[in-house]
């Protein structure tokens, strides 16, 4: 039985990864509640788990075929009240033949988790990109160059 510690909150990432490694969305999102929310990179968002595989299967089947996540590390998780849970993950998107993943490729994931069903359940995860300063200004000048 699983325990309501930051070790237990902190594995979650882990087992994601090895799912992504397996282009396995139903396992990619296993720890995820019936009615989790994604917020994608762009702002879309996704509700329901079985709404997020049927979404990103296919991405595992076809783009992201062979991809892998790597480097993921957990720089923070806490338990912010009883049954109440927060972990950061970074991690960069290796793709098939690559050795180190672009710098635009990593990115960062805030989860909000939930102690329900005797384990954590992920109930809200944000997906963004971790976009240097440089690069920032880089977009915007061609944004206002168009």
Sequence with gaps: MEQQSVEALSAIPARMCEAWARGDATGFYADFAEDAELVEFEGSILRGRAALIAANQPVFDTVMKGSRLVRSEVPFARILAP???????????????????????YVMQLLAVVWQNDRWEVATLQN?????????????????AA
């Design 83 to 105: 049954g109440y849970g927060v972990v950061h993950h970074r991690a960069g998107i290796l793709l098939p033949g690559e050795e180190e993943p672009l710098s635009s490729r």
């Design 128 to 144: 963004a990109r971790i976009v240097s300063f440089e690069a920032t200004v880089a977009l915007d000048n061609l944004a206002t």
